[in-house]
């Protein structure tokens, strides 16, 4: 029985962006399972000029205070999410920007 390596979501995120000479991007959110009291991380990169790629490391499912998962350390998998972009716009204001962000249609084809 093999035991596998515990990382978590920051060390995962921190070496991909290192690997790619910081070129890429790292976001960071509240966490789900504890309501928002830890920061989870990603990693995120352009793949070309319509699509990104999102690696983050998360804790196995429902395993929460077992070997398995310790909130710092964790035996978890990696989630990759492929987005395509649907459009890109540039406004002259913060306001217009917010009221694109809001308000505006995401369905039009670049």
């Known amino acids: 029985m093999s035991t596998r390596v515990r990382l978590n ?18 976001w960071i959110r509240r ?4 309501g928002g009291l830890i920061p989870h991380f990603g990693y995120a990169a352009r793949a ?22 310790f909130v710092i350390g964790f035996a ?6 492929h987005f395509r972009v649907l459009a890109v716009r540039r406004h002259e204001s913060m306001a217009q920007a917010l009221a694109d962000h809001y308000w505006g249609r995401h369905d039009r084809p670049l």
């Open 9 to 26: 979501c920051w060390i995962v995120a921190m070496w991909l962006w290192l690997s790619s000479l910081g070129r890429q991007y790292i």
């Open 48 to 69: 070309g000029w319509r699509h990104m790629q999102v690696i983050e490391y998360v804790p196995p499912p429902k395993r929460r205070w077992t070997r398995d998962d």
């Open 76 to 81: 978890g998998s990696y989630r990759v999410w």
């Open 31 to 34: 966490s789900h399972a504890f």
